[in-house]
């Protein structure tokens, strides 16, 4: 073992040199490349893929450094791992963008066609795409590059029409004309899943429908009063006894003039408005299900833009359906047929990609049926065959299952994976069996009915995730890596997809696989700002992970994120924080730079390893395993917060606030066998600490591992084994030796900080304890700065002396001569004076009933926190005071 030369070791540590230099080395030599290998046992993981026009954010940080740190931690457990990326060619979000490139450059995506718009969206995704790969990689990510998919690679794309066709054979894929979600931003139909809704302050305004052939009206309440142009009828409750004498005669529409049908329904409710509900079949889910029962006609009054049709009156064709609405209003208003408008506050659907209200929207698409896909699914998660952390996502994930409905996979866009279907649009040879759709994986030559090759394919593409529910299993291109990684071990993501993708990845496992897709699922946290709020652009409180990897390195990002995420919490973030992590980093790298230091010129050799051996050496190697325990347990509990922190405790406090104190006397020893024993045996301890921590931070990791010894070419920390526990160096009567130690030495500083006694002058001290040994004292006097020492089980306290008492001994420390008594007194005394008045006032302010009655719930704990601290540190000083007049 040869440490390298101090002259090769920097002052301080450069993580942008570390990371360029330790990642390419990484690729180089294959270090995160898999292959199948039988005589191993697999563990993969599979990404969840990034929109391909995805930018970094810090909710990738934290889903990335999660699945970096099981899948580093098993490879070095000895498991064959396969971590496997890729991208999502995200329909939506991509077609979008690629419009409105061309629209800058002046070009219609309708005027260049289909296919030269496709050529657009590949080239725009091979120039933009790759982006958010490499800024992971920046992160130290350790993922299988070989393999990297993306979601319209021939061999993927062709999985996802093989589904759709084997599901369509099956009658689990239909073509059907229903009300769907309606994003009039992308034109297209979107899941139930995919919109948000939001609460909003509007109006209900009360409009008159005047009853035919007589002086009654009816009056209905709506917030959209745009809709009425579509209306079909007008529905009230049967056991509404103002409506009864009213069933079955007709209204005339406002503005409109159609005369439609007064009908009762048990599905309205006699308590909302006026009791009377208008009926616009073709813009309302509950009005269409009432139409289907009563028979009404069904009026779509939108284009695909929202914007208004022919089937309205002429003045309100082509107009936005919001400025529809403003003079819909205004002519009610005119007509004297708008009774009143009353705030009203509701939630509005909105499309997540598309940002603006979706419409519902009459038309026809292709829908999966859900049941018999779901039932499986739901099985494998309540039997553990699928396990959830935190668990309690559980009951989410049942909800959805138990009430799914079919999902409408059907898109209409141009991006995307075209649905398998041709149609029949001959000529005279046709017969009625060419008005059914062909579904073919390959394109069929002509039709299978009639022969005519005249054969036009559907223009819808499928949803996203009805292509990357695929992801599990078909990212895998060959049976042989299929049979050996699939199913994959972890998934981690968002609970935000648990419907989209998590479960209908678990379905379409058991579907097509006859098995899991995964047996672990991550659900990470969300992270927000310090105030709680959500990171958005908006609200300028989303840092760039690229510029805090810039000033604070990626392992202090890597492990700031995960210190500050508790399973299933949201994680409280902001740029500061992540001096926790620096400084963390530069901690391990002075220790680093003190051990190699002192191991100049030291020929490193494990012969004396087992000389010279004392109970602090028994203690840190007891602390070590059971550190190894604790983060094994930890771990396999996907507790990867719970692990960072037994790390920080271990590495910051036991090993380089302790253990390098405790020895620094050895190092030094002018006995050469001495030193060796003990510097072999720390920076032994420092290697295999160093490899507890690679996943967690494996950037300084590795450089620090280079140094400690001469390695081959290829070599990585990565690859190394990780520690085991070994029980039989867990020595507890070590641990309590030092816990006694560090109690002493903790009691005296903490003696010198309230006596403002210099930390470098040397002072006397006497423990009543029945026992203390001499490597004990021995410690403690070199520690803790101490001349004199005595102990003894009957020892009398010194008098002018300061005190500290802990399990099972009192520490005392003789004040004369160490400060001028007199003045410290006095010093006190105003101290407690000047408390006492404090508290005096915020015991005056919450004996005030009035303040306690009215104060903000925050405001008076804040003066409940005062009252206790003040309390606690006057006593505290006059427990100082008493010592110093005794």
């Not at 089937?311 to 009610?332: M, Q, S, T, W, Y």
């Not at 020929?603 to 395993?625: C, G, Q, V, Y």
């Not at 700065?785 to 009398?796: E, H, I, P, R, Y």
């Not at 008045?837 to 005062?866: C, H, Q, S």
């Amino acid at each position: 073992m040869s440490v390298k030369s101090m002259n090769d070791i920097a002052k301080v540590y450069n993580p942008k040199e570390a990371e360029k230099k330790w990642y390419k080395y990484w690729e180089e030599n294959g270090i995160f490349h898999s292959e199948p290998d039988d005589s191993k046992e697999s563990y993969t993981i599979v990404i969840p893929p990034p929109n391909v026009t995805g930018m970094l954010h810090l909710g990738h940080i934290l889903n990335n450094a999660l699945q970096d740190i099981f899948i580093r931690y098993k490879r070095m457990k000895g498991f064959n791992t396969c971590w496997i990326p890729g991208t999502d060619h995200a329909s939506i979000a991509t077609e979008a963008k690629v419009i409105k490139a061309l629209k800058d450059k002046g070009i219609d995506k309708y005027e260049i066609g289909r296919e030269e718009f496709l050529k657009h969206c590949m080239e725009w995704t091979e120039n933009y795409g790759g982006i958010i790969i490499s800024q992971l990689r920046k992160l130290g990510v350790s993922c299988d590059w070989e393999r990297l998919r993306f979601t319209m690679d021939d061999h993927y794309y062709k999985k996802v029409i093989e589904a759709f066709v084997a599901l369509y054979n099956e009658g689990l894929i239909y073509r059907g004309y229903r009300m769907v979600n309606w994003c009039p931003a992308s034109k297209s139909a979107i899941s139930d899943e995919e919109v948000i809704y939001r609460e909003q302050n509007g109006k209900l305004w009360h409009i008159k429908y005047p009853v035919k052939d007589s002086h009654e009206f009816l009056i209905v309440a709506t917030t959209r009063p745009e809709t009425m142009l579509g209306d079909t009828g007008v529905a009230v409750n049967p056991n509404d006894d103002r409506y009864k004498q009213l069933i079955g005669k007709k209204v005339i529409l406002p503005i409109s003039g159609r005369e439609i049908p007064i009908f009762d329904d048990e599905y309205v409710d006699m308590e909302f408005g006026t009791g009377a509900v208008k009926v616009t079949p073709a813009h309302d889910v509950n009005d269409y299900e009432m139409a289907k029962r009563h028979n009404l006609e069904m009026i779509n009054i939108f284009n695909e833009d929202a914007s208004l049709n022919g089937n309205v009156p002429h003045e309100f064709i082509g107009l936005d359906r919001f400025d529809a609405r403003e003079k819909v209003v205004e002519r009610l208003t005119e007509f004297g047929e708008l009774v009143k408008a009353e705030d009203y506050v509701n939630k509005v659907g909105y499309s997540d990609r598309g940002g603006v209200p979706i419409e519902p929207y009459l038309s026809e698409q292709w829908f999966m049926k859900m049941d018999d896909l779901a039932k499986p699914a739901l099985k494998v998660v309540r039997e553990g065959k699928v396990n959830f952390h935190p668990h309690h996502w559980i009951k989410t994930y049942e909800h959805w299952l138990e009430n799914i409905k079919d999902w409408c996979i059907s898109r209409q866009l141009w991006w995307g994976h075209r649905i398998p279907v041709w149609y029949c649009v001959g000529d005279d040879h046709c017969n009625l069996e060419c008005k059914n759709p062909i579904v073919s994986v390959e394109p069929p030559e002509k039709c299978p009915y009639c022969g005519s090759k005249n054969l036009k394919q559907d223009e819808d593409v499928l949803d996203t995730w009805a292509s990357s529910w695929l992801w599990a299993q078909d990212v895998f291109t060959n049976d042989k890596d299929q049979s050996y990684y699939y199913p994959t071990d972890l998934l981690v993501t968002g609970p935000d997809i648990i419907f989209f993708w998590v479960a209908r990845m678990i379905m379409s496992g058991m579907k097509f696989m006859k098995d899991i897709p995964f047996k672990d699922v991550y659900f990470t946290s969300i992270i927000r700002d310090e105030k709680g709020r959500k990171m958005s652009k908006s609200l300028g409180n989303s840092p760039d992970p690229l510029d805090v990897i810039e000033e604070y390195g990626a392992d202090a990002l890597r492990f700031t994120v995960n210190y500050l995420a508790p399973m299933g919490q949201d994680v409280l973030f902001s740029v500061e924080k992540c001096d926790l992590g620096r400084n963390f980093a530069n901690k391990i790298w002075n220790a680093a730079r003190f051990l190699m230091m002192n191991a100049q010129n030291i020929a490193l050799d494990e012969a004396p390893e087992d000389k010279h051996i004392d109970f602090t050496d028994k203690w840190i190697l007891s602390r070590f395993n059971n550190t190894v325990n604790d983060l094994d347990s930890a771990l396999d509990k996907f507790d990867a917060n719970g692990a960072t922190k037994i790390l920080y405790s271990f590495i910051w406090n036991d090993y380089c606030d302790w253990y390098i104190e405790l020895s620094k006397n050895r190092m030094y020893s002018d006995n050469i066998e001495i030193k060796t024993a003990v510097l072999t045996r720390s920076i032994k301890l420092f290697e295999n600490m160093l490899k507890l921590l690679h996943p967690f931070m494996p950037f300084i990791t590795e450089e620090i591992w280079q140094m400690l010894d001469e390695r081959k070419n290829g070599e990585s920390i990565s690859t190394t084994k990780f520690p085991k526990f070994d029980e039989s160096l867990v020595n507890v009567d070590a641990e309590k030796e030092i816990e006694f130690v560090q109690n002493v030495i903790t009691a005296i500083r903490n003696i010198r900080g309230e006596m403002n006694i210099p930390p470098s002058k040397f002072i006397s001290a006497s423990l009543k304890t029945a026992s203390l040994t001499e490597n004990q004292a021995a410690y403690i006097k070199m520690i803790a700065k101490v001349s004199d020492l005595n102990f003894g089980a009957d020892l009398k306290k010194p008098s002018a002396s300061a005190s500290n008492v802990f399990k099972g001994c009192e520490v005392y420390i003789p004040l004369e001569g160490l400060i001028d008594l007199e003045i410290e007194k006095n010093r006190l005394e105003k101290e407690i004076s000047r408390l006492g008045g404090l508290l005096a006032g915020v015991n005056k302010k919450l004996a005030n009933e009035n303040f306690v009655r009215n104060a903000p719930a925050d405001v008076i704990e804040r003066e409940k926190a005062k009252q206790n601290d003040w309390h606690t540190s006057i006593d505290k000083l006059n427990g100082i005071l008493r010592d110093l007049n005794n």
